[in-house]
């Protein structure tokens, strides 16, 4: 578009062209002019005023900046020359300056390669096709010296928006000096002359005012103490500095009158792109040896932080940080402030989360090529994600090694429980304790709580454990530290007697003074558990996006546990008692020893009369639970293909395998399995309880599945039964033991339900 409307501005300036007075002088009539555009930003370049413009030496300088070293800068015109001749395309502009004399305008190279070619001819040298006459009459145009304004935009034509451009530099010193005579006009004056300078050169606005803009802040450095430092090396490094709108806010840069107005701001940067001079403080001994041939303070020379326009781009990413410009400064280094700034962390971060989101929308767009060997690397991919993403996952503690106090020898489990404080549950006292112990009651009587005190109970100052049974309960698959801060708010202190041991636990929410990140930080919470004297702890500091910061002692669990609900499922947890199950055996009724699997599954055929075998296998990493059915002799069937009541029968049963010498807690035991199958199951329950010495401690809401604990025909002797009762924020119990539970339900129909 900008070519177009130069094309259309050139050809409006030609038909100008040609009003103006056609002429022809001797070359020698042409004058240089010493103040063309072209080489105002040589360092050795001077202005020059009207009275000195015809000065031999004036001239001799002017053709030397034209030409250049060995007359590179006009080598292309003269080869032109000697093979075209002079073609009269682009005319020469000139204006008089009288006694037949002319100052060239436009074509300063041309009038120069001319000026060179005549003098080869005068010395004898082939000039080629040029004609010699050329010297003697060279056409050109004559302007008015009122024409000024004309003049600049012919030149602009052909220099900024035409094919024969200067540094960026030049055009700006162009573009300023049109503009220059309206800057003390009214704003509406100063903009229609921006706007007749735009349309004249096709350039837009936005590209005028960001050459005026690099113009002046040059013109503020040629007037600082740096002013002899400045080169034409050094443009780039200003024309980038104002395209960062975050640098031009630093230094308070004013776009109506194009200055800086931070003025402390300003000079800073001046002296890190300028040579700075620093007194050298000389030591004691080495000022004794050179003060002789001192002659006076000794300065040391400091090179420029900046010499490269690209390192404006790094300087722009950290110069709101005041600490890191200090460092900058201090070590006169771009990189140390860059490095102390963070910023290229934040940037490496920024482009790996680019290329990662590049990544994965390609691999959903070839998702259909995706085979079965892809899936380990898929996988492990999908673990780092997790790793990098601290708000879902800093508080799954993965499960790790931990001891067990009690896991061999004659165990004789929890006599009693003083449940302190837990959730609504307070000074809550349990005494003789049995080996099953169901607590049964009406809804929001605290049944659940209670179970999930005691299993804590059992995990000591295993924290990991405390914050799956939160996320459990409030189905968080990956439970947020801030969602953990707003739902934890009360102790939790509980008390027993394991073993004939006093055992307790004890877990609060702090907050940690001495901690780094303050900004980041959420809450810290500590547990500490206690068995007789010995006590062990766990502190985990948790953050908004930081990982989560953990200091235990080595995780000791009190004995083996496992808390079972129908509401949430642990595949892993049941893989765990699959293969306690698989290892551990036990005396049959025939005096032999089998496994605990096949005691379960013995049990699950008599349930399901089809089933033959249960196992477990993996398939593409995902474990499953296969049944072997007479139902099929092709194929198996997965164990989710089957009714609630086999799954949760299933699950029940083999947690006793791994729960040995510890404790099985089981919510809502009834749930998902039929009533006729309660008796059989009961019956199979206390005999796994006894045969893996596990206390039990389950809730119910059916008087159905009390009765069939009852009535299954074992023993009544290990059962004891709870009555939960809540008054208001008050929790108690009633309890009923064996033989008496057993006559109460027979004779006067007892529901300790309620």
Known sequence: METIRGIAMTTEYTKEQSKATRSSRNLKNLYLDPNNYRFVDNENHKFVTEDNILDPQVQKRSRTFIEGKGKENIRDLIASFKAN???????????????????????????TALKALQEDFDNGYDIG?????????????????????????????????????????????????????????????????????????????????????????????????YSEQFSPSMVGIFEETMKKPIIKNWLGWNDSGYFAENKLNLERFFSWISTTEEYSDLEEDEESEEHENSNGDEYNQIEPIITKSLEIRDLALFIDNENAIKVMEDERSLARGLVSSGSVDKQNYQNALSSLTDSLNSLINYRTLVSVDDTAILDAAKEKLLQITPKKSSLNIEGGNYTTVFEFGNVSHFKNINIIKYKKIKKFQIDNLNRINIFAGFNNTGKTSLLEAVYLLTQRNDIGSHFKMIGRKNKCFLLSPVFLNS???????????FNNIDVSIFMEKFDEVNIDKKDDYIASYKLISKVDTSSVESTVHTFIHERMQRIADPVSHLCASSFKSPYFQDIEDTIIDYNKSVELKVPSNNGEYQTAINMVIEFMRSVENTIIDIRYVEEMDIGRFLVDSQLSSDRNFDLTSYGEGIQRIFNIALSFASCRNGVLLIDEFETAIHFSLLKEFTKLTQKLAEIFNVQLFITSHSNECIRAFIENGYRNDCITGFRMLSDGDKVTTKRVDGDRFQYLIENIDLDIRG
Do not use: C
């Open 487 to 497: 739902i934890f708010q009360d102790i939790i202190s509980v008390e027993g007697q």
């Open 129 to 225: 096709n040029l004609d010699p006459a050329i010297f003697r009459s060279v056409p050109f145009e004559i302007h008015s010296r009122e024409d000024n304004e004309k003049h600049l935009i012919v030149m602009g034509l052909k220099h900024i928006s035409g094919n024969k451009k200067w540094s960026t530099y030049n055009q700006s010193k162009l573009l300023y000096d049109f503009l220059k005579p309206y800057e003390n006009k009214n704003r509406e004056e100063y903009v229609n002359k921006e706007n007749e300078l735009v349309n004249s050169l096709g350039i837009t606005k936005h590209r005028l005012r960001s050459m005026l803009r690099v113009f002046n802040l040059i013109q503020s450095y040629k007037l600082s103490e």
């Open 85 to 111: 001749g002079f073609l009269d395309v682009d005319r020469i502009q000139a204006r008089e300056l009288g006694d037949n004399k002319y100052l060239v305008l436009e074509g300063n190279r041309r009038v």
